[in-house]
């Protein structure tokens, strides 16, 4: 073999590694863009309802959006199984199961402090849980989850601290809007 | 003059193990990715991993997810370490001085 054959060996060798990388499943990205779309619709109705002095209609909202994120999420995860380009992305039952065991946590957080009682505490409390579960998520799959994660742990804080009349709405734009970005982004460039 | 892999020499071939070869160790492709990526046909792709199976440097699994019928293939460490090998042999072709 000359060395101009090897060279053209080595550089097809690099192209289809290259290609193989970028073409992920984004199996991350359909779920960030649902969730975030559920988070838009959840907490701008959840201003909207707290600005008409309907506190009591906001359970009301939100018990039918996550029901929704749920079933869309195992929807997801069986068409997104069937159609995998690799097998590690047909592996969403542990994430699922991932997700559940943090949203029992938060329940009986939720269930003993009596957060209940204070509707952005328990807003607060699950917000950080997410944020948490994508810090931990990304450690093991791709940087820009944990960076999401840290984005909205950090919107968060800053929220609740300094404009806490503007927290469900902040949070519907920049917290909902940075999960249907990031989705997106992971969809377009692989994740 | 590094010896080449016989097996691996092959340009299809060649191009199957370096896909396989990007991915996670415990990681699998599935059959129609494998073939779009590298425009082969279903009759081609199956012929030259069939000798590549031969040669125990992948292994093809077939299994349903649902009712939807599903081919994985995977690189043995066998294969990664000839692919590896292979890939070793070029750069001292182009670079005979730099490697002893």
């Known amino acids: 073999m000359q060395p101009q054959d090897a060279m053209d060996d080595l550089k097809a060798i690099r192209q289809i590694m290259e290609r193989v990388r970028r073409t992920s499943d984004g199996f991350g990205g359909w779920f960030m863009v649902l969730w975030g779309v559920i988070w838009f619709l959840g907490f701008t109705?959840?201003?909207i309802l707290?600005?008409?002095?309907?506190?009591?209609a906001i359970n009301w909202l939100w018990t039918p959006l996550n029901a929704l994120g749920v079933l869309g999420s195992v929807w997801l995860g069986i068409r997104m199984a069937q159609r995998a380009r690799t097998k590690s992305s047909t592996l969403w039952v542990p994430l699922l199961l991932y997700w559940l065991a943090l949203a029992a946590f938060d329940g009986v957080l939720i269930w003993q402090l009596r957060l209940y009682t204070n509707g952005r505490h328990m807003a607060l409390l699950i917000v950080l849980t997410i944020a948490l579960g994508y810090i931990q998520f990304g450690l093991f799959t791709h940087?820009?989850?944990s960076a999401m994660g840290l984005f909205l742990g950090l919107l968060a804080v800053?929220?609740?601290?300094?404009?806490?009349?503007?927290f469900?709405?902040?949070f519907a734009v920049l917290g909902g809007g940075a999960l249907i970005g990031g989705g997106l982004w992971i969809l377009r460039y692989g994740g | 003059m590094p010896e080449?892999?016989?097996v691996i020499h092959q340009p299809t071939r060649l191009r199957i193990m370096a896909a396989l070869a990007a991915l996670d160790a415990e990681d699998r492709?599935?059959?129609?990715?494998?073939?779009?990526?590298?425009?082969?046909?279903?009759?081609?792709?199956?012929?030259?991993l069939q000798r590549l199976e031969e040669a125990g440097y992948v292994r093809v699994e077939k299994t349903f997810i649902g009712r939807r019928p599903k081919t994985w293939v995977w690189a043995t460490p066998e294969g990664r370490a000839a692919f590896a090998a292979y890939?070793?042999?070029l750069e001292d072709i182009l670079h005979p001085k730099e490697k002893s």
Request: aromatic residues 12%; proline residues 4%.
């Open chain 1, 50 to 56: 707290l600005y008409l002095q309907r506190e009591d």
């Open chain 2, 29 to 48: 492709a599935d059959f129609t990715f494998l073939r779009d990526l590298l425009g082969l046909t279903d009759g081609n792709l199956s012929v030259h």
């Open chain 1, 45 to 47: 109705g959840t201003h």
């Open chain 2, 4 to 6: 080449l892999d016989p």
């Open chain 1, 168 to 170: 469900n709405l902040g």
């Open chain 2, 87 to 89: 890939v070793d042999a």
């Open chain 1, 143 to 145: 940087w820009s989850i």
């Open chain 1, 158 to 166: 800053v929220l609740v601290t300094w404009l806490p009349a503007y």
